[in-house]
């Protein structure tokens, strides 16, 4: 049983999350993990290499971390989809990915497996919860089963400047990235993790 988790990183804050979010689907037995990263425009690619700055490292960093394809979505028994904020939605590369399974939509291959989505922002209010909420309504297409995070779940309740949210794992990064995930973003993220892989195995196991 494989549970696939694609992430796009700019600046290594989701690649951070993505990595809990591994652990998490890694504790649980009889799940092979499958770690994939979005596929990136050329256009940006070209100009974050021109930069020659952070950006440009981090993307340097993930090459050894296979692109996302459409058969690693056929062959995943449950998807993790992480993705960084752009004005309270998901990136246009990780949107891209998403709008490219077709073909997985029209033979209903998709149907039946668990799916979580987990985001970054800049800011507390930059739009976490918008993002996961938006992200969610192609997998509900796809005909995906939504698992989010309970607030039993230790750090679920809190008032400090940092993520977590019942629709999915968050972190924030800080208007220059200067800010890392706290241990309580990246503990929920294993959370998630953990609950997706179970909950492929309750509903795909006997498949």
Known sequence: MKILVVYHSLYGHMRQLANAVAEGVKEVNG???VLRRVREFPEYVQHIEQEKGYAWQVYQDQQSIPECTVDDLREADGVLF???T?????TAQMKALIDGTAQLWLKGEMEGKPAGVFTSTASTHGGQETTLLTMMVPLIHLGMVIVGVPYSTAGMIHTENRGGTPYGASTIAGAQGELQPKPE???????QGKRVAEAAVKLRGKQ
């Open 86 to 90: 752009r004005y309270g939605n998901m």
């Open 185 to 191: 973003d990246l503990f929920i993220a294993r959370v």
């Open 31 to 33: 799940v092979e993990l």
């Open 82 to 84: 992480g993705s960084p």
